[in-house]
């Protein structure tokens, strides 16, 4: 019993540029399929303008209304590849409605393989580089770049292949080739092969930051009282502003949260991997258009044994995370590292281990429109006392229009990074 793999997910793509592209997954629920599909969506940089979900615990219907973010335009986009990778995250559906929910347990991590790129150093290099690779669908999960004194550059990515096909001759060659080709007389040499213990080297911060800048990126909280300044500063001209109200009267099986917010990139998937690591899952959603660049959701939230919310303290911990995760999904901070002035940028990560999708693409757009050159980068985790954080740390060369020791330019700096993120 069950429906065709293809009519698991459909994509209706809009009848003119401007409209939107309509998505349905229809399948079996599982534990995290909300937040698994929107961080798919948000990594083939699209944008998430409506959505209606609803699931018995057993089988779930969800439909999405995307559109590609502003920053995303100019990239090639694969309808088929994304149809691959939503139909790789739903769970079989030519099995009885009664299937066993262990059968969908998380499939073993995939490989991770080192790419080392040597080449003639020039502005905006690392962005351009990260932009195939964003395209060949790779996810970058760990960075080194160096830059040697006599003007070459060596990167090593630590990716992993969203297709899964590097384990095969032909992709590996076929990136090698792309690389090679595009940037023809600056590369120097071009090496892909599996990572070895190298990778984990690449893992950890903690020891590596200073701790008055661990503080101020990792330990704010929402209380109003002003002491993280850079790393949670919005745009002055964008309201901050995020309500959840709380209904436990109107559903007897249900907590419904009303939900508004500033619009953002990501913000769908944000809030489901609130709820994810939080073990509370939504049975029935509207995620509604925009309206003067506020969102507004009704959401109806059951803890995993299929009862509403009424912990107080859990409820507390849920709501305040939540409005959280709305105001400041992803913390920016530039400070001095000695003589040098380092951009610090930090996202929660899931407890399943996955990061934020697109992060490092656009911090490094971000520079690249402002003229910045990058001498180092470097991407790690950092772990707090509750949570497991991705930090991108780069150290930037100065130039005439953004002088890195001026506070009103890095400042300056720091909201222009924030809005790339944000899709502002």
């Known amino acids: 019993m069950g429906i065709p793999a293809d009519d698991v997910v459909l994509i209706q793509q809009g009848n003119s540029p401007h409209d939107p592209t309509i998505i349905t997954v229809n399948c079996p629920d599982k534990s995290g399929l909300g937040c698994d599909l929107c961080r798919i969506i948000l990594e083939f940089g699209l944008h998430i303008t409506r959505a209606d979900f609803q ?26 590849s994304l149809k691959n990778r939503l139909l790789s995250v739903s769970p079989p559906c030519l099995i009885p409605l009664y299937h066993d929910q262990k059968l969908n347990g998380s499939s073993a991590a995939p490989s991770v393989y080192l790419l080392k790129f040597c080449c003639v150093d020039r502005k905006g290099l690392l962005h351009d580089v990260t932009e195939l690779l964003t395209e060949l669908e790779f996810t970058i999960q760990r960075l080194k770049v160096m830059t040697t004194p006599d003007g070459k550059v060596v990167d090593l990515f630590f990716i992993t292949d969203g297709r899964e096909l590097l384990h095969t001759k032909k992709r590996r060659d076929d990136t090698r080739g792309y690389l090679c080709d595009v940037f023809r007389e600056y590369c120097i040499g071009c090496e892909l092969q599996l990572a070895g213990p190298e990778c984990d080297n690449q893992r950890n911060f903690s020891s590596l930051l200073n701790l008055a800048v661990a503080e101020e ?13 850079q790393a949670l500063r919005t745009a002055t001209t964008s309201p901050e502003k995020a309500t959840v109200t709380v209904d436990n009267l109107l559903s007897p099986a249900h907590t419904l949260l009303q939900i508004q917010c500033v619009d953002q990139k990501g913000l769908f998937y944000d809030i489901l991997r609130t709820s994810k690591d939080l073990n509370i899952q939504v049975a029935y959603g509207r995620f509604s258009s925009s309206i003067k660049g506020y969102r507004n959701m009704d959401l109806f939230f059951q803890q995993r044994d299929g009862k509403k919310i009424l912990d107080p303290k859990l409820l507390e911990s849920f709501c305040s995370r939540l409005k959280e995760e709305m105001l400041h999904p992803l913390r920016v901070i530039i400070t001095n590292r000695g003589p040098d002035t380092e951009l610090l940028v930090a996202n929660p990560v899931e407890l399943c281990g996955k990061g934020r999708p697109r992060v490092f693409y656009d911090v490094t757009l971000a520079l690249k429109k402002l003229g910045i050159c990058i001498f180092s980068a470097e991407i790690g985790r950092h772990s707090t006392q509750d949570r497991q954080w991705e930090v991108y740390r780069f150290l930037l060369v100065e130039n005439g229009e953004f002088p890195l020791t001026s506070g009103q330019a890095r400042n300056q700096m720091a909201d222009r990074i924030r809005r790339t993120l944000m899709d502002w």
């Open 55 to 80: 699931t018995d615990g057993k089988w779930c219907y969800i439909v999405l209304w995307v559109v590609q973010l502003q920053h995303s335009k100019f990239l090639r986009l694969d309808w088929d």
């Open 217 to 229: 990126l990792f330990s704010c909280e929402l209380s109003g009282k002003g002491s993280c300044m």
